[in-house]
């Protein structure tokens, strides 16, 4: 018997877990961490529900239950630099839940440490990639706690898990009626599992809650401007958690941000997931279009390389790396120069950048035009090509030479 922090969601698999530690005699803090999955989505959960939840964990037997709000804790430290990274694994996922995990494992630690408690544990299982996720956060963080996973220890079929609920009184929400497995957060909401197992079905409509069908879009496009001051995003006058809602909403209803992908988990599977993301789309276009304005070819060219591998960090569950501090380092050189606006058109699945202004813009109309007030030096580029191809021509005339004796 032992004092057992677990993050808990609410949900069917975390609540059997949360009642069969409590039957075996364990005395289980529950940790719910409020990250915006509801904020700002209409027909999502109402945020009241997450006080909900903490009631269910007590009503179930929870020695305490926690809920901690830790939205603009999410934004600052997870979301904001992976948008300087422009995360995106594999070029498409913007690592909504991956970057999740690192601070539920942050929080299971901070939680574990005030109760002196000297367990943790999760619901995930040993076939996912948030498993990896949590517990390497927490092994960087404090490497003396212990971390169970009973769900990986023991695996449950979904109808043993049904069947102990109803069992033991644990009430199933209506939404289990859906057979997909959701997570959600700020910067998106991921769906697997059921029909979308098959890569062939098509996902559908049912799958989507933040996004809108084709038919139910707006025909006219909606402009935005989003306001980035050293790389920190503001719309409409809202920042941090606030402006992602506003976009998930305003984005949503353009049906902006559907992902569909096979991805290569971290364990060595490939699985299908979609996704809807349509802030971070937003969000993500807009901070590239103003790195093509800001940045330099040359700091372009070599961030292309890190953002890459910041992603991949991210997704493998090795956020607390130091390679992470020092990719961090490398993009704070270049967000001090990211200010300045972007205008984007919203409409039908797409967003567009219509234009883009910054007091740091490397872009100068009068080297650039083809009108009068040219001030190109034209010339210069003769000697330029020369110099260029220089190795070009010398391979040109050695094959030349080979050619004729
Ligand atoms: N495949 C995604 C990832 O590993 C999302 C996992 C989220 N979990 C879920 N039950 N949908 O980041």
């Not at 305490?64 to 992976?82: G, K, N, Q, T």
């Not at 809807?276 to 961030?303: I, M, N, S, W, Y």
Request: hydrophobic fraction near 45%.
């Amino acid at each position: 018997m032992s004092l057992i922090v677990l993050a808990y969601s609410g949900g069917l698999d975390t609540s059997v877990l949360l009642k069969k530690l409590i039957l075996d005699g364990h005395s289980v803090i529950a940790m719910t961490a409020d990250l915006g999955e509801s904020d700002g989505v209409a027909g999502q959960r109402a945020a009241d529900e997450l006080e909900r939840v903490r009631q269910k964990a007590l009503a179930l037997g929870a020695y305490d239950a926690v809920l901690i709000d830790a939205r603009e804790r999410f934004v600052s430290d997870y979301v904001m630099p992976a948008l300087h990274a422009n995360a995106k694994y594999q070029g498409v996922y913007p690592l909504s839940a991956a970057l999740s995990r690192p601070l539920i494992g942050t929080l299971l630690v901070e939680t574990a440490k005030s109760f002196g408690a000297t367990t943790v544990a999760h619901g995930c299982t040993g076939k996912g990639n948030d498993q990896v996720r949590i517990e390497l956060a927490v092994r960087a963080l404090d490497p003396a706690l212990e971390v169970r996973a009973p769900l990986r220890e023991s695996p449950m079929s979904r109808p043993s898990a049904m069947a102990f609920a109803s069992e033991h009184g644990i009430p199933i929400a209506h939404s289990l009626a859906k057979p997909y497995s959701i997570d959600a957060n700020l910067w998106g909401r991921s769906i697997e599992a059921g029909i979308l197992e098959d890569p062939w079905n098509a996902p559908p409509e049912d799958a989507y809650a933040w996004t809108a069908a084709p038919e139910k879009r707006p025909v006219h496009a909606d402009e935005i401007v989003i306001s980035f001051q050293l790389g920190l995003p503001s719309y409409h006058g809202l920042v941090g958690a606030a402006m992602i809602a506003a976009l998930n909403a305003k984005a949503g209803l353009h049906g902006i941000g559907r992902i569909d992908m096979i991805e290569d988990r971290v364990i060595g599977v490939k699985s299908r997931e979609v996704y809807e993301a349509p802030g971070a789309t937003v969000l993500l276009a807009a901070h590239r279009a103003l790195e093509h304005l800001v940045l330099t070819r040359d700091e372009q060219r070599f961030k292309a390389l890190c953002d890459q591998r910041y992603a991949e960090l991210t997704y493998d569950g090795l956020w607390m790396s130091p390679l992470r501090d020092g990719l961090d380092a490398f993009n704070a050189v270049c967000s001090e120069r990211m200010t300045g606006d972007v205008r984007l058109a919203l409409q039908n699945a797409n967003v567009t950048v219509t234009g883009s202004r910054s007091p740091f813009g490397l872009y100068d109309e009068s080297l650039a035009t083809y009108g009068s007030g040219d001030t190109f030096d034209h010339h210069a580029a003769t000697g330029f090509i020369t110099l260029h191809g220089l190795p070009l021509e010398r391979l040109a005339r050695q094959r030349q030479l080979a050619y004729t004796t």
